[in-house]
């Protein structure tokens, strides 16, 4: 009977009705989970996280976006460009970029695929590529990659050396054409390694694309041999009035002079710039070429105050050799070739021996 008893108690315990304000709980707890919402715009109050204060912000329950918007506005649609400040201009919605590798047709990427997979199931070039045996046309590879992804690439190495930052002072500059320098023993590409002795003499060759009524300017210049290392480069060589392509119709501002990466500073970028003159033809006076105080200056601010724009680069990495001590004695203002290298190591046992001996020399002649 008392176990009869104390199971109805549990039971009723169980099934009788909770207090007012937990039912009002749970409801609203299964409305806001089940029931579908209203009609309409529900705003809630957050803080926002990201701000030092804390502001609340209104929240818009309906938007997916809802957790990734904090104090979000959105952008005005604006089509034209900011010419003073063309980084912060706002571009249309439709607005896409242009495509590296050029518009090619369905039908030429079909024709591709196709030589691709015929090339694949032939069995006389897989005989032939496991025998290595297999010679490929480069001629024909560097001509196709020169229609279609050369300039792209490049822009992309400008960046990747920081070519960009040193030369055209941050500016994101896109190329035009492919500059092709070459020397009597080398052929400059982008950073391939040279020896300064290859650079000895000013080039024999320089092609590029050049639009006809127009005139360019060569600068050929060190951008890591500042003697004082403040961010300027040395300038090694300028030729301007360049009228089609041809560099020997140039005038000469600024003579030849051969690569000067000091002893102990590694690897140098050399580089040849063709800049696209504006204003027509430039009239200036030949620089001195016999002092390194006049081939120190940043090659920007002679861009800017002629009015020139970068429309093909080249360059190479060349180290110190010997040739660079019979350079350094050609200029008047530099007393003796500059030495970076580390100073001879000793053994500390050897070093102590030394230094006895300094000593002991020093108080034999104090006697």
């Known amino acids: 009977m008392k ?3 104390e199971l109805t108690t549990t039971l009723h315990r169980r099934v009788a009705p909770a207090s007012p304000s937990a039912v ?3 409801c609203r707890r299964y409305i806001n989970k089940k029931a579908p919402e209203k009609e309409g715009r529900r705003i809630v ?6 701000d030092k204060h804390n502001e609340l912000i209104e929240v818009d329950r309906n938007d997916k976006h809802r957790y990734y918007k ?3 506005e959105p952008l005005p649609t604006q089509t034209a460009l900011d010419e003073t400040n063309p980084h912060l201009a706002i ?3 439709d607005f896409k970029l242009p495509n590296p590798r050029g518009r090619l047709a369905r039908s030429v990427w079909r024709q591709r695929m196709a030589e691709i997979q015929a090339a694949r199931n032939d069995p006389e070039l897989e005989k032939l590529a496991r025998q290595r045996k297999l010679s490929l046309p480069l001629d024909q590879i560097e001509a196709e990659w020169r229609n279609e992804f050369a300039i792209h690439d490049v822009n992309k190495l400008v960046r990747f050396n920081n070519i960009s930052r040193d030369l055209f002072n941050n500016d994101d500059v896109i190329m035009e054409t492919l500059l092709d320098v070459a020397f009597t023993d080398v052929k400059i590409h982008r950073g391939n390694l040279v020896k300064s002795s290859q650079l000895l003499s000013a080039p024999n060759e320089i092609v590029f694309n050049s639009k006809p009524g127009c005139r360019y300017t060569l600068i050929g210049s060190n951008l890591d041999g500042h003697p004082k290392g403040n961010g300027n480069e040395v300038v090694h060589w300028i030729v301007s009035n360049i009228k089609g392509g041809d560099f020997q119709s140039g005038d000469t501002i600024l003579n030849y002079l051969a690569p000067l990466p000091w002893q102990g500073t590694g690897y140098h970028r050399i580089t040849f710039t063709m800049y696209l003159q504006n204003d027509g033809e430039l009239t200036m006076k030949q620089l ?5 105080k006049t081939r120190c200056f940043q090659s920007s601010d002679f861009v800017s105050s002629n009015n020139l724009h970068p429309v093909g680069i080249s360059w190479c990495q060349a180290d110190w050799d010997e040739s660079v001590s019979q350079t350094c004695k050609s200029l008047q203002d530099l007393s003796s070739e500059p030495v970076f290298d580390w100073e001879e190591y000793f053994e500390p046992k050897v070093e102590h021996k030394v230094l006895l001996k300094k000593l002991n020399e020093l108080n034999y002649r104090n006697m």
């Open 288 to 292: 001195e070429d016999n002092s390194l």
């Open 70 to 72: 904090w104090n979000y």
């Open 91 to 93: 571009r249309s919605p």
């Open 3 to 5: 176990v009869l008893t």
């Open 24 to 26: 009002d709980f749970f």
């Open 45 to 50: 109050m957050r803080r926002d996280q990201t």
